[in-house]
């Protein structure tokens, strides 16, 4: 699967193994969903999410988990291997989490959030500003 970010999928028995790379985004998501489809209706017990360099996942990745954990195999035993605790909250949050197994959760180095907030913030137009109560934007 040929994108910006490198996602292996490859099947070993019964067990479909997925090596994410740093970001699962609306702009890799629908070719991984793609590629997934060649696994519908195939005898596979177990979907891992080798996540160990995911730090970043959008609505549109999320969809593929759910893609996974409701067309894939006969609802396969999902696995989070090596998941950021953050990616693990979001996951939470949403309601996924609990058809997922997570096994080795992992803390993001400083240094790495400190580059995807750098890349995040280069790429997305934010402002912030505090205001205190009573006062306008004159």
Do not use: R, S, T
């Given at each position: 699967?040929?994108?910006?970010?490198?996602?292996?999928v490859t099947l070993k028995g019964t067990t479909l193994t997925i090596t994410l790379g740093r970001k699962l985004l609306a702009d890799n998501a629908p070719a991984l969903t793609e590629e997934l489809t060649k696994y519908v209706g195939?005898?596979?017990?177990?979907?891992v999410f080798d996540a160990s360099k995911l730090n970043i996942i959008s609505s549109a990745g999320l969809r593929v988990?759910?893609?996974v954990s409701q067309k894939?195999?006969?609802k396969p035993n999902i696995v989070f291997l090596n998941?950021?605790?953050e990616i693990h909250t979001v996951?939470?949050?949403v309601g996924l989490a609990q058809f997922i197994e997570f096994k080795q959760l992992v803390t993001i180095r400083k240094?790495?959030?400190k580059d995807v907030?750098?890349?995040?913030?280069?790429?997305?137009d934010i402002v912030c500003y505090q205001m205190k109560m009573g006062e306008t934007d004159d």
């Open positions: 699967m040929e994108n910006k970010e490198k996602i292996d195939q005898d596979i017990h177990e979907v988990v759910f893609f894939i195999g006969n998941c950021a605790p996951l939470k949050h240094e790495f959030k907030l750098e890349e995040f913030a280069a790429n997305n």
